[in-house]
């Protein structure tokens, strides 16, 4: 392990782009990757990553369990996602139309996610939730979308978590449920009428900053009923999870079929890419709508989805993940009872969020992900981990020494 935040005369070059961002970026940095809001000790730029390792640009190495906030699922750099990317890029990426592969990767999606008969492609998971409501309104006719209190479907106006910039009329057409809760879906569906157009939904609750909570099927299976019952759309946004939990949509172990789903993050194991499926019901809608984007049909991340997705099936990686998950949560939980802290551990062990019993202001959660960071292991104290199926033995092993000293610097805090 490089020794952790090397300092030059100066400062360490984190604190020194840091600087020059300020003066050219608005904030010095936005969105979700902002290290504003993150611990001191967080760096804010990266130099790259390998496998399960990622290295910030002072040369501090980290195993990580972020994976880039969801898209890195087999580890970064992939030696086989990455030959087919450069053997893409070699003929082409950004061209007058898109290549073969487009073609390829929409028929390996419908091969491998039950509910979708057709796929489309686009760049971020904002631009897939955006179509899908837009799919389910051009085919419905109507204009009223339903979506659960505090989740998060991406920063379009319709949907970003910041009011700034937002007008009422954004959001004329949004009603609010609350997440596991049918009778509320029900209610809103009731006061939306006859022009409700589609309800929206995550695979489980991962709402930012709070404890997770897996979906009661019946509430699934609730949904799927009142969108039969009243010719909406049921749309899962599978961005945050889809070929994290399951090799298909993440509500297949569950048997719940959406007739939208939208898609990104993980698809291309860190290139960029987002892709909205959808079963022949909305094919019609789908077919209306104009979408587009300058970027949408590069070639070079749909050779790296097919290539991830071919990787993920041969190599059973949903398993791997699975059991690395168990292995760090039984190792966590373990750790904190021997330090005698209360903490909640939610979510799959894919993808788990910690907190600190009576942490309200998330400032135990705060000393935990410090210490851990300079431990070796790169983590979030006010959101979900992703485990990725690049993780060795040995990185668990380092990742449960870091977390140890992080327990142990939360028991400090707490005798202070
Ligand atoms: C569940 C969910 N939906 C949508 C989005 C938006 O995706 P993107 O940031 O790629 O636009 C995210 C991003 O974190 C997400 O977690």
Redesign the pocket.
């Known amino acids: 392990m490089t020794e952790q935040h090397r300092q030059t005369a100066g400062g360490t070059r984190d604190q020194r782009l840091r600087e020059r961002a300020g003066a050219v970026i608005p904030g010095g940095m936005y969105g979700?990757q902002s290290a504003a809001s993150l611990p001191a000790a967080y760096p804010q730029f990266m130099h790259g990553g390998r496998g399960a390792r990622i290295w910030d640009v002072d040369g501090n190495e980290y195993v990580d369990l972020m994976c880039s906030?969801?898209p890195v699922v087999l580890g970064h750099q992939h030696p086989r996602v990455e030959e087919a990317a450069a053997a893409q890029a070699a003929l082409g990426d950004c061209q007058n139309g898109p290549g073969p592969v487009m073609v390829d990767l929409a028929e390996l999606l419908v091969q491998t996610v039950s509910h979708a008969d057709w796929a489309m492609f686009a760049k971020?998971?904002?631009?897939a939730?955006t179509m899908c409501c837009t799919i389910a309104r051009a085919q419905t006719g109507r204009q009223k979308v339903l979506a659960a209190t505090g989740a998060?479907?991406?920063?379009a106006p319709w949907c970003t978590p910041r009011p700034a910039g937002v007008t009422p009329q954004d959001r004329a057409n949004l009603g609010y449920y609350t997440y596991n809760d049918l009778a509320s879906a029900q209610r809103a569906a009731a006061e939306a009428g006859d022009d409700l157009a589609a309800i929206v939904v995550?695979p489980f609750k991962?709402d930012a900053g709070f404890d997770q909570e897996l979906v009661d099927p019946a509430f699934a299976r609730g949904l799927r009923a009142l969108c039969d019952a009243t010719g909406a759309a049921l749309i899962l946004?599978d961005?945050?999870c889809g070929f994290r939990l399951h090799l298909g949509s993440s509500w297949e172990p569950i048997g719940v079929s959406p007739d939208l789903s939208?898609w990104?993050?993980a698809i291309a194991n860190g290139h960029p890419l987002?892709a909205v499926l959808g079963a022949d019901a909305f094919r019609d809608g789908a077919r209306q709508v104009f979408v587009t984007g300058s970027f949408w049909f590069s070639a070079v991340p749909m050779a790296a989805a097919i290539a991830t997705i071919t990787a993920l099936r041969e190599g059973r990686a949903v398993e791997a993940i699975q059991r690395s998950g168990a292995e760090l949560r039984d190792g966590i939980l373990a750790q904190a009872r021997s330090w005698e802290l209360p903490v909640n551990y939610t979510g799959p062990v894919a993808m788990p969020y910690l907190s600190f019993a009576g942490d309200a202001d998330r400032e135990l959660a705060g000393v935990f992900a410090s210490a851990a960071l300079r431990g070796g292991v790169y983590l979030h104290p006010r959101h979900n981990w992703f485990v990725s199926a690049a993780l060795t033995g040995d990185d668990i092993a380092l990742a449960l020494e870091a977390t140890d000293q992080a327990f142990a610097a939360v028991r400090k805090r707490l005798a202070q």
């Open positions: 979700h906030y969801g971020n998971g904002t631009d939730t998060y479907h991406g920063a995550s991962h946004d961005v945050r939208a990104s993050k987002a």
